[in-house]
C-alpha cells in the first residue's frame, strides 16, 4: 500500500490560518469517512487531533478542524500559534483493512 | 488513566528476530483494538499491524510476511514479531490502542528505538 500524499511542509506566521492536504485513492481516503490527524513535536510520540475527517478529540483545540473531498481529506489551523510547529501526519482506513499514514508535513510557525 | 510502555532490545543483528512488547497499565487490553506502527530515524510514520483480544488481526502487506502478533491478556501485554530484519527496520516501534469509537489511534506509547546492526 503507499503511503498518503501531503505537502513536505507548510509555513505561516501567529495568528494565520494555513491547510494541509493529504491525497488518496478511492481505496481508502476517498472511500471511507476514516480519516484521522496526528500531530507530532521532535522526539515525542503523535497525538490524535482529528479523527473520522471531522471530528475532535476532547482537549484538542477548537483551532483544528477537518475535512474532505473526494480523494483528499485536510487539515486547517486557524490562529496559529508557536506551539502548533509540529509535524503532522493524515491516516485512513484503506479497503483491506489496514491503515495507511500520510508522508507527513512539517508546519513552520514563521 | 491508560499508559503504554514498549520495551525490548535497542539493537539486534540482521537476519534475526526483532521482538517487542507493550505493557498496559490503568487500563485492560481486553475488549480493544491494538496497533503497532514505526517511524525510522528522521522519516515518517508506518502502520505495522492491529489486533484486539478477540483474534482479529491484520498487518501492512509489506510486512506481513515477517510480522506475528500476539496479546496475553493474564500480563495485560502486547507483543510484535518481526523476523529476519535488516537495516530498513530499523525505527522507533510504538504500541498504540485503538478509539473505541471511531478508527484512529487515541492513546501511544513513548516508543523504542530499535537498531539493526551487526
Known amino acids: 500500500q503507499s503511503a498518503l500524499t501531503q505537502p513536505a511542509s507548510v509555513s505561516g506566521s501567529p495568528g494565520q490560518s494555513i491547510t494541509i492536504s493529504c491525497i488518496g485513492t478511492?481505496?481508502?481516503?476517498?472511500?471511507?469517512?476514516?480519516v484521522s490527524w496526528y500531530q507530532q513535536h521532535p522526539g515525542k510520540a503523535p497525538k490524535l487531533m482529528i479523527y473520522?475527517?471531522?471530528y475532535r478529540p476532547s482537549g484538542v483545540s477548537r483551532r483544528f478542524s477537518g475535512s474532505k473531498s473526494g480523494n483528499m481529506a485536510s487539515l486547517t489551523i486557524t490562529g496559529l500559534q508557536a506551539e502548533d510547529e509540529a509535524d503532522y501526519y493524515c491516516?485512513?482506513?484503506?479497503?483491506?483493512?489496514?491503515?495507511?499514514f500520510g508522508t507527513g508535513t512539517k508546519v513552520t510557525v514563521l | 488513566q491508560v499508559h503504554l510502555q514498549e520495551s525490548g532490545p535497542g539493537l539486534v543483528k540482521p537476519s534475526e528476530t526483532l521482538s517487542l512488547v507493550c505493557s498496559v497499565s490503568?487500563?485492560?487490553?481486553?475488549?480493544?483494538?491494538w496497533g503497532w506502527i514505526r517511524q525510522p530515524p528522521g522519516k515518517g510514520l508506518e502502520w505495522i499491524a492491529y489486533?484486539?483480544?478477540?483474534?482479529?488481526?491484520n498487518s501492512n502487506p509489506s510486512l506481513k510476511s515477517r510480522i506475528s502478533v500476539s496479546m496475553d491478556t493474564a500480563k495485560n501485554q502486547i507483543s510484535l514479531n518481526l523476523r529476519s530484519v535488516t537495516a530498513a527496520d530499523t525505527a522507533v516501534y510504538f504500541c498504540?490502542?485503538?478509539?473505541?469509537?471511531?478508527?484512529?489511534?487515541?492513546?501511544w506509547g513513548q516508543g523504542t528505538l530499535v537498531t539493526v546492526s551487526s
Open positions: 498504540a490502542r485503538y478509539c473505541l469509537v471511531g478508527k484512529c489511534l487515541d492513546i
Open positions: 490503568g487500563g485492560s487490553i481486553s475488549g480493544y483494538f
Open positions: 489486533l484486539h483480544s478477540s483474534g482479529n488481526s
Open positions: 478511492t481505496g481508502d481516503v476517498g472511500g471511507y469517512n476514516y
Open positions: 473520522d475527517v471531522t
Open positions: 491516516s485512513s482506513y484503506t479497503s483491506i483493512n489496514t491503515r495507511v
